[in-house]
């Protein structure tokens, strides 16, 4: 992760969110669709969704 996001139950800022990822917090991307990419990470490697703009290119 290039700066801090929330990650994030479905591809949108409405969707709940379920954890703040931190700057360096590892992400491992699955998919990537419209601004959203799907993926899991943090220490717990939970599963979710992150603005594509936040990781690491």
């Given at each position: 992760?290039?700066?801090a996001a929330t990650l994030?139950?479905?591809p949108g800022d409405e969707a709940e969110a379920l954890i703040e990822l931190e700057?360096?917090?590892s992400f491992a991307m699955l998919?990537?669709?419209l601004g959203?990419?799907?993926g899991?990470?943090?220490k717990q490697r939970r599963v979710?969704?992150?603005r594509a703009e936040?990781?690491?290119h």
């Open positions: 992760m290039t700066s994030r139950a479905g700057a360096g917090d998919d990537n669709s959203w990419a799907w899991y990470g943090g979710g969704y992150v936040s990781l690491d």
